[in-house]
């Protein structure tokens, strides 16, 4: 266990009881969403993937069946288990049975690798690592071996057992976990109070860190979430992005439509060629995605021929968000779509703002929305926490009913990352409009976002000074056309520079997710610096300004 024994920071006593008066937290585990779903309409689809089909009873048997399950192989209440599966239907299956346990799924995504797998397998202690056979073209069962031969994770995950969907080679089969008897043992419920799962931070230090939500405090966003978006039992939602992501999940995600009794329709990608069809197939009538795919959309659907033209007509809602969407961008999405336009400014650690249906369309363009709920406190502040004057430029702070008072086992950096009185520091500059409504106009902490990706510089940078010939190193973001940014790494060399190849496959065999490999590598003799001596990373950046780049 952690130090001290504890995990995360809980609210205080007095904002949990108000939070409680105020109907926010029901003392309800996130697993009954689908068993309430399931006790009132059995027999409606609930999950659609590929050619398999899932209703509603179907999916609380097979949840019940896999929770005991992995109860008979030592996984318990509280236990994390890494969960690194793309968008596959036994995603959802494991997540609602982990949940139903109470074992805590730490939401990995299908982009890292070793590095980052070994870091949450050894940083949560966790007792099992599940992952999809090949996906993509990776063999996931090759990263395992790497993991389970990393020596933090032997000494701090001793017995990690690794489930496999799919071919299980030498591991456990994802199909022989299933509790086969007749009457599987029923479990008694987690608290609501209790940690859910753990969800990564988009992070601007050197390790990623992990966000512990409770079902209470993700519950009441969810329920929210799915209010707000007008969701149904008619709702069919598309989950293109990666479905562990915060904003697929929960804004409302899949979870806010099995809430509402609706069908979840996963993609295997995000690629017009594979979702129109599917939308036209399934009827879709939402989705969400972030930007640059937003934008790559619109063109496939401005490009339809009349001889081969999808139906997307079913489709009434389009959320975009995890990056800033430009507003020409946004004007197009009714006329090349012919769908309505949802902004969504969301964050793992809580806060989740959208636009309304009944806004202006001035106000849906042009910001990102107003926050989900009345006790969502939001402050806008300078560099010395003072609130700035309405309508300006600030630091963006936040703390309310689903916002976390501190990551997980990181008490040092929370002293840093969450003011005295429990507001979170987003890293996020902003404005807010009298109506509420916030424009995101820029980014304190020391990030770059990569169409969404979020990129922590520092621990790009502490992988780049591992490199013998390097001797300093500073990663900054570059506009970029599509992407909005991509990340560019200056590096002092230690002697003569080596070639630009040479440091992104050393990033890679580092076990670096692809995305935070630096797209542009530039030599220099030397870094600008500040008035106390650190590295000037905005005169760094300064450089693109003047021509922005591309790269394909
Ligand atoms: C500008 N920046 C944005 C937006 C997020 C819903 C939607 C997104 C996320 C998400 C999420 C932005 N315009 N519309 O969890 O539930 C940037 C901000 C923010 C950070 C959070 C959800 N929407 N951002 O993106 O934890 O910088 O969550 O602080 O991945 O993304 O990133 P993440």
Request: proline share 11%.
């Given at each position: 266990l952690h130090a001290d024994g504890v995990d995360f920071t809980p609210w205080p006593e007095a904002f949990a009881q108000r939070y409680r008066d105020a109907g926010y937290w029901r003392g309800e585990a996130l697993g009954q969403i689908l068993q309430h779903s399931a006790a009132r309409?059995?027999?409606?689809?609930a999950l659609v993937c590929g050619e398999r089909r899932w209703t509603y009873a179907m999916l609380d048997e097979e949840v019940g069946r896999l929770a005991s399950g992995l109860r008979q192989r030592?996984?318990?209440?509280?236990d994390r288990v890494v969960l690194q599966l793309p968008n596959i239907g036994e995603f959802v299956l494991l997540c609602f049975a982990l949940f139903r346990l109470g074992a805590l799924p730490v939401f990995a995504l299908p982009a890292h690798r070793r590095s980052e797998i070994a870091y949450f397998c050894s940083f949560t202690n966790a007792k099992a690592y599940v992952i999809a056979d090949v996906h993509g073209g990776f063999d996931y069962r090759t990263l395992a071996r790497d993991v389970l031969a990393d020596d933090g994770v032997k000494s701090a995950a001793p017995d990690l057992r690794v489930i496999v969907v799919g071919d299980a080679a030498e591991f456990i089969a994802f199909d022989e976990v299933r509790d086969n008897d007749e009457a599987p043992t029923p479990l008694a419920p987690p608290a609501a109070s209790a940690l859910a799962f753990l969800q990564l931070s988009g992070g601007s230090t050197g390790r990623p860190k992990l966000i512990p939500r409770t079902h209470d405090d993700y519950f009441y966003s969810v329920r929210a979430s799915a209010e707000i978006c007008g969701l149904s039992e008619n709702s069919v939602y598309l989950c293109a992005l990666p479905v562990a992501h915060n904003f697929p999940m929960s804004s409302p995600g899949i979870l806010g439509v099995f809430h509402a009794g609706g069908t979840v329709v996963l993609a295997p990608n995000p690629s017009p060629d594979t979702v129109f069809p599917l939308i036209e197939r399934e009827g879709v009538t939402l989705t969400s995605l972030v930007p640059p795919l937003a934008m790559i959309w619109m063109e496939a659907a401005a490009a339809q021929t009349a001889a081969k033209r999808y139906d997307?007509?079913?489709?009434?809602l389009l959320q975009v968000g995890g990056s800033r969407l430009s507003d020409e961008a946004a004007q197009r999405v009714r006329p090349l779509l012919g769908c309505t336009l949802q902004q969504v400014f969301g964050m793992a650690e809580g806060l989740v703002n959208y636009t309304r249906f009944d806004d202006p369309e001035q106000l849906v363009v042009s910001t990102q929305g107003r926050p989900i709920s009345q006790d969502d406190e939001v402050r806008v502040v300078d560099d010395d926490d003072n609130d700035v004057a309405p309508g300006e430029l600030g630091h963006l702070l936040t703390r309310g009913p689903y916002t976390i008072r501190g990551y997980y086992r990181a008490d040092v950096h929370n002293a840093r990352a969450f003011t005295r009185d429990g507001f979170y520091r987003t890293g996020d500059l902003v404005r807010q409009l009298p109506s509420g409504h916030l424009i995101v106009d820029g980014r304190a902490k020391d990030q770059i976002n990569r169409g969404g990706d979020k990129v922590a510089a520092e621990e790009v940078e502490n992988h780049l000074l591992?490199?013998?010939?390097?001797?300093d190193a500073a990663v900054v973001a570059m506009p970029d056309a599509y992407l909005g940014e991509r990340s560019c790494a200056f590096i002092v060399p230690r002697g003569d520079a080596p070639r630009a190849m040479e440091i992104s496959r050393f990033m890679r065999e580092r076990g670096?997710?692809?995305?935070?490999?630096?797209d542009r590598i530039e030599f220099v003799a030397s870094f600008p610096k500040t008035g106390v001596g650190k590295i000037d990373k905005r005169a760094l950046r300064e450089r693109f300004v003047a021509q922005p780049t591309t790269i394909p």
């Open positions: 309409d059995p027999l409606r689809v030592g996984i318990a209440q509280g997307l007509s079913t489709l009434e591992a490199h013998p010939a390097v001797l670096l997710a692809q995305y935070k490999v630096p």
